[in-house]
């Protein structure tokens, strides 16, 4: 099938080569021609395990086409998606101005029926905006072409997205016309062979389904940390709790990790989208609220952690970071906890040598060069004459260390584990002061 995907991003880019390489014939549109260069070139503008050699292969192939043509783009496709940004308003909501820009451009160049699909997260109610504006630019243009607009929420994990893609739990369509099934069931088609993943259902509900999988997700998290700070106030250990209510199968173990708070694209994002869209139609949504406020809170833990042992004077202390990235195999650093805690060091006096596997030029491009952070080369480097580890990220290769090495280079061996990688009793027979989240193991209990 000959596609259009609008919006060369971490989905459209993502979800564009996947299609390609089961044989489809893409071309994605973006306004940036230095971005559309960079990927005729195979150079790949976000990291994502296994993404770069699949593009390459498929442009090579000639199945992935990348161009600045709007109206190449819109003469190419009977499928059209939209995959552009939503990022948050100043008031928090989803800005869809993108969305609308790239509704707008496929009825000015439209000459034959398309099936226009939303892949990027927006609020219940935008198929509908999508819709009235290609009416309305159909309507200055004198045509009557016909089109169907279509909710395709993606449900993508950065780290894994590839795979996700290739081999996705559940395919959502959301669409009021029955006529358009048949050619997304063939779109879909080989990523569908094994069972049957496709859930139908109306447009406001797939575009609901979207903020309703990620929000729950955020729930959980916000959750176990604000039961990890329970149990670091009652001599608890969150760790043990974490099996304990993970073993019950209603439960489960994802997304009960306690930590240092999450970031991203999506959970920020989409968590505060639907608080807005809720108190938009006047509803107030005191779990969501919640959620936002208890992962907000839990970004500033680690800097209590440092003022509480360094009795509220870290003014020239180096701390050694090991983690930018807000998750593992990304080189994202949109919300990230380290980003959080970094600035508060900074603004204490402290100085910051950082060490990421992915993501240091994304530190770079966002700081730029400064006195305060330095970034370093290795793990080990960050080490040297600090005067505390501190660990945001949970990258697998910072799970075992050498700790005699680390004993060495810090100037006093404390580690502050954002994501609790370690054991504290071991750390402790080893001779280190030890700070995890909700580990109950350096604050003593309130009762």
């Given at each position: 099938?000959?596609?259009?995907?609008?919006?060369?991003?971490?989905?459209?880019?993502?979800?564009?080569?996947?299609?390609?390489?089961?044989?489809?014939?893409?071309?994605?549109?973006?306004?940036?021609?230095?971005?559309?260069?960079?990927?005729?070139?195979?150079?790949?503008?976000?990291?994502?395990?296994?993404?770069?050699?699949?593009?390459?292969?498929?442009?090579?192939?000639?199945?992935?086409?990348?161009?600045?043509?709007?109206?190449?783009?819109?003469?190419?496709?009977?499928?059209?998606?939209?995959?552009?940004?939503?990022?948050?308003?100043?008031?928090?909501s989803a800005d869809l101005?993108?969305?609308?820009?790239?509704?707008?451009?496929?009825?000015?160049?439209?000459?034959?029926?398309?099936?226009?699909?939303?892949?990027?997260?927006?609020?219940?109610?935008?198929?509908?905006?999508?819709?009235?504006?290609?009416?309305?630019?159909?309507?200055?243009?004198?045509?009557?072409?016909?089109?169907?607009?279509?909710?395709?929420?993606?449900?993508?994990?950065?780290?894994?997205?590839?795979?996700?893609?290739?081999?996705?739990?559940?395919?959502?369509?959301?669409?009021?016309?029955?006529?358009?099934?048949?050619?997304?069931?063939?779109?879909?088609?080989?990523?569908?062979?094994?069972?049957?993943?496709?859930?139908?259902?109306?447009?406001?509900?797939?575009?609901?389904?979207?903020?309703?999988?990620?929000?729950?997700?955020?729930?959980?998290?916000?959750?176990?940390?604000?039961?990890?700070?329970?149990?670091?106030?009652?001599?608890?250990?969150?760790?043990?709790?974490?099996?304990?209510?993970?073993?019950?199968?209603?439960?489960?173990?994802?997304?009960?990790?306690?930590?240092?708070?999450?970031?991203?694209?999506?959970?920020?994002?989409?968590?505060?989208?639907?608080?807005?869209?809720?108190?938009?139609?006047?509803?107030?949504?005191?779990?969501?609220?919640?959620?936002?406020?208890?992962?907000?809170?839990?970004?500033?833990?680690?800097?209590?952690?440092?003022?509480?042992?360094?009795?509220?004077?870290?003014?020239?202390?180096?701390?050694?970071?090991?983690?930018?990235?807000?998750?593992?195999?990304?080189?994202?650093?949109?919300?990230?906890?380290?980003?959080?805690?970094?600035?508060?060091l900074w603004e204490l006096?402290?100085?910051?040598?950082?060490?990421?596997?992915?993501?240091?030029?994304?530190?770079?491009?966002?700081?730029?060069?400064?006195?305060?952070?330095?970034?370093?080369?290795?793990?080990?480097?960050a080490l040297q004459d600090?005067?505390?580890?501190?660990?945001?990220?949970?990258?697998?290769?910072?799970?075992?260390?050498?700790?005699?090495?680390?004993?060495?280079?810090?100037?006093?061996?404390?580690?502050?584990?954002?994501?609790?990688?370690?054991?504290?009793?071991?750390?402790?027979?080893?001779?280190?002061?030890?700070?995890?989240?909700?580990?109950?193991?350096?604050?003593?209990?309130?009762?």
């Open positions: 099938m000959k596609v259009t995907v609008f919006g060369i991003g971490y989905v459209g880019l993502v979800q564009a080569a996947v299609l390609a390489d089961v044989g489809h014939d893409v071309m994605c549109i973006d306004i940036d021609e230095q971005k559309v260069e960079n990927l005729k070139k195979g150079n790949i503008p976000i990291f994502e395990p296994g993404l770069t050699s699949l593009v390459q292969q498929n442009y090579e192939a000639g199945r992935l086409h990348f161009t600045t043509d709007a109206k190449a783009g819109v003469a190419h496709g009977a499928i059209q998606f939209i995959a552009v940004g939503t990022p948050p308003d100043e008031d928090g101005k993108y969305v609308t820009a790239v509704a707008r451009t496929i009825a000015e160049h439209m000459t034959e029926r398309k099936v226009v699909i939303d892949k990027s997260t927006v609020p219940v109610g935008t198929a509908d905006k999508v819709r009235e504006v290609m009416t309305e630019t159909l309507r200055k243009r004198g045509s009557d072409v016909a089109f169907d607009v279509v909710s395709n929420p993606e449900f993508l994990k950065e780290g894994a997205a590839v795979a996700d893609c290739m081999r996705p739990e559940r395919i959502v369509l959301g669409t009021d016309n029955k006529d358009v099934i048949e050619p997304l069931r063939e779109l879909y088609e080989p990523f569908n062979r094994n069972h049957d993943r496709m859930i139908l259902m109306d447009i406001r509900s797939a575009e609901l389904t979207k903020y309703a999988a990620n929000c729950m997700l955020a729930t959980k998290i916000s959750f176990m940390n604000e039961i990890s700070n329970l149990a670091e106030m009652l001599g608890a250990d969150i760790e043990k709790v974490r099996q304990g209510i993970g073993s019950d199968s209603r439960i489960g173990y994802h997304f009960i990790y306690p930590g240092c708070g999450y970031g991203g694209s999506c959970f920020p994002k989409d968590v505060q989208a639907l608080i807005r869209t809720a108190e938009h139609i006047g509803y107030q949504p005191k779990l969501l609220q919640a959620v936002e406020q208890v992962n907000n809170q839990q970004k500033y833990k680690l800097t209590q952690f440092i003022k509480h042992h360094f009795a509220n004077d870290v003014k020239g202390k180096t701390f050694a970071l090991w983690g930018l990235a807000f998750k593992p195999n990304t080189d994202d650093m949109r919300e990230a906890s380290s980003r959080v805690l970094m600035e508060t006096g402290a100085s910051v040598q950082a060490y990421d596997p992915e993501a240091m030029a994304e530190a770079q491009r966002i700081y730029g060069q400064r006195a305060d952070l330095k970034l370093m080369g290795t793990k080990e480097a600090a005067d505390a580890l501190v660990i945001c990220t949970e990258w697998q290769n910072f799970r075992a260390p050498d700790f005699d090495a680390i004993k060495a280079a810090l100037k006093q061996p404390v580690i502050f584990d954002g994501r609790n990688l370690f054991d504290p009793e071991r750390l402790q027979a080893r001779g280190f002061t030890y700070y995890g989240i909700g580990r109950g193991a350096s604050i003593k209990p309130v009762i």
